[in-house]
């Protein structure tokens, strides 16, 4: 091993520490110095977009990844994917904008927060590791679906922690489907103007709610994802 590499393995966690919140500090305000505190608009959706071809669909996975990566609502990104791209178009691009923040925000607390989190919370950590087990993907899927806990503070906590990428990055992808499907619908209707589409999505959110709890309890045998996390009970 290197000199170099010797250094940056070194290097203090204080100084991780450091950087980690203040490049935290200036995402924010870069993002709003930048005026991308508005994305995701309908005014923003229907200027860079709708209808703006192959561009809009760049545009769209891109800044949909960067702001679910930062913790925006990712059924915010649901719901204008298909308002833009109709509902299918919209479920699809909907739930890769969110694994895309998702995939960013694991590798940004895996580069930059393990030993700080380590040292800090090694209960909650061990908690979490504990939680997914032996088996990352079919509980990522879970904790995916259920209508409780932070998609942010998941991510970041998974990407510290020893889960399988592999197996939570697949977990997160197919529990995400369910949610993005529900507001993909409601934003399609939105276009539309149908009633229906509304109304069944609001159904179906419930329905996904309702399965993630009951396949919870069938294999935690009612232990609390929040308690395990301790993180808010805000939808993801």
């Known amino acids: 091993m290197d000199g170099n590499s010797q250094h940056k393995r070194h290097l203090p966690v204080w100084l991780r520490s450091s950087f980690l919140i203040l490049s935290l500090l200036g995402l924010g305000l870069l993002l709003k110095n930048a005026g991308l505190d508005h994305l995701f608009e309908r005014q923003w959706i229907d200027e860079n977009v709708r209808g703006n071809g192959l561009h809009g669909y760049i545009v769209f996975l891109t800044a949909g990844s960067l702001i679910t990566g930062v913790g925006l609502p990712r059924q915010v990104v649901a719901f204008f994917g298909g308002y833009a791209f109709g509902f299918l178009a919209g479920l699809l691009l909907g739930t890769l904008a969110a694994l895309g923040g998702c995939i960013l925000a694991f590798y940004y607390a895996r580069l930059f927060g393990r030993d700080l989190v380590r040292r800090l ?64 619908l409601a934003g399609s209707g939105l276009t539309v103007g149908s009633h229906w589409q509304i109304l069944l999505s609001i159904a179906l959110l419930v329905l996904s709610g309702i399965l993630g709890v009951r396949l919870y309890r069938s294999m935690r045998h009612g232990h609390s994802y929040a308690k395990e996390l301790d993180t808010p009970t805000d939808p993801e």
């Open 121 to 184: 919370f090694p209960e909650k950590l061990q908690r979490f590791d504990e939680f997914v087990g032996g088996h990352p993907f079919s509980m990522t899927l879970i904790v995916r679906l259920l209508p409780v806990g932070s998609n942010l503070a998941t991510n970041l906590i998974a990407g510290v922690s020893r889960i399988k990428k592999s197996g939570f990055f697949a977990g997160s992808f197919i529990g995400y489907l369910p949610q993005t499907l529900v507001f993909a």
